[in-house]
T-cell receptor
Framework: GAVVSQHPSWVICKSGTSVKIECRSL??????MFWYRQFPKQSLMLMAT?????????EQGVEKDKFLINHASLTLSTLTVTSAHPEDSSFYIC???????????FGPGTRLTVT | AQTVTQSQPEMSVQEAETVTLSCTYD???????LFWYKQPPSRQMILVIR??????QNATENRFSVNFQKAAKSFSLKISDSQLGDAAMYFC????????????FGTGTRLQVTL
C-alpha cells in the first residue's frame, strides 16, 4: 500500500523557537495533504488542508500565522510551528490523499515537546 | 455539520471472542464513505475497513466486518476471533465523496484484549 513518511518522529525544542515537520508521500503524488493534531487519549483534530501549489485551508480556531503549512510539491508538505510554546506540545499527524481512489494514508506522526 | 459518535470509550474482549464497537453518525447527505481506523500504541493510523454508503452489502475484511444501517445512521465494527494484536484505539470516521472532502472522526473506543 501507499506509504507516507514524517520527519522527525520526535522533536524537542525550546520555547520561542520554530520547528518544521515534513510529510512525504513516498510512492504516489498527493495533491491534497492534511495536518492533524492529537492530544493524549483524544481523537484527531484536523488543523488544515493543504493543496499543492496553493494556500492551505485552516480549520476554525487554528492560527495560520503560528502553524505555517507549505505544500510545494506533489510529494512534500511541511508544517512549521512558529514561536513554539509549551501548549503547542502535542502529537502531529499528516495524511496524504491518493488522487485516484481518493484514499487517505497517514504518516506515523511527530511528537513535539516544547520546553 | 456532520458528526460521528462513539458511545463506548472502552471495551474489553477475551482472546478468541467476538466484540462489536458502535458508531453512529449524523448527515443529511446520501453519498459518503464510512471508515474504521485502528491506532495501536505506535500511534500509526491503520485503515481497518471502508464502506461506501451506496452499497447495501456490508464490508468484510478477514476477521473484521461491519453492520451498516443507513437509515439508522449506524456503522458498527465486529471483530471476530479477537487477537492480542487487536488491542488499540479504534476510530470511526465519515467522509463525503469528492476530492475536497475531509474525514470527520469519532472520539474513539479503546479496545483491550485479555487472555
Amino acid at each position: 500500500g501507499a506509504v507516507v513518511s514524517q520527519h522527525p518522529s520526535w522533536v524537542i525544542c525550546k520555547s520561542g523557537t520554530s520547528v518544521k515537520i515534513e510529510c512525504r508521500s513516498l510512492d504516489f503524488q498527493a495533491t491534497t495533504m492534511f495536518w492533524y493534531r492529537q492530544f493524549p487519549k483524544q481523537s484527531l483534530m484536523l488543523m488544515a488542508t493543504s493543496n499543492e501549489g496553493s494556500k492551505a485551508t485552516y480549520e476554525q480556531g487554528v492560527e495560520k500565522d503560528k502553524f505555517l503549512i507549505n505544500h510545494a510539491s506533489l510529494t512534500l508538505s511541511t508544517l512549521t510551528v512558529t514561536s513554539a510554546h509549551p501548549e503547542d506540545s502535542s502529537f502531529y499527524i499528516c495524511s496524504a490523499r491518493d488522487p485516484g481512489p481518493y484514499e487517505q494514508y497517514f504518516g506515523p506522526g511527530t511528537r513535539l515537546t516544547v520546553t | 455539520a456532520q458528526t460521528v459518535t462513539q458511545s463506548q470509550p472502552e471495551m474489553s474482549v477475551q482472546e478468541a471472542e467476538t466484540v462489536t464497537l458502535s458508531c453512529t453518525y449524523d448527515t443529511s447527505e446520501s453519498d459518503y464513505y464510512l471508515f474504521w481506523y485502528k491506532q495501536p500504541p505506535s500511534r500509526q493510523m491503520i485503515l481497518v475497513i471502508r464502506q461506501e454508503a451506496y452499497k447495501q452489502q456490508n464490508a468484510t475484511e478477514n476477521r473484521f466486518s461491519v453492520n451498516f444501517q443507513k437509515a439508522a445512521k449506524s456503522f458498527s465494527l465486529k471483530i471476530s476471533d479477537s487477537q492480542l494484536g487487536d488491542a488499540a484505539m479504534y476510530f470511526c470516521a465519515y467522509r463525503l465523496t469528492g476530492t475536497a472532502s475531509k474525514l470527520t472522526f469519532g472520539t474513539g473506543t479503546r479496545l483491550q484484549v485479555t487472555l
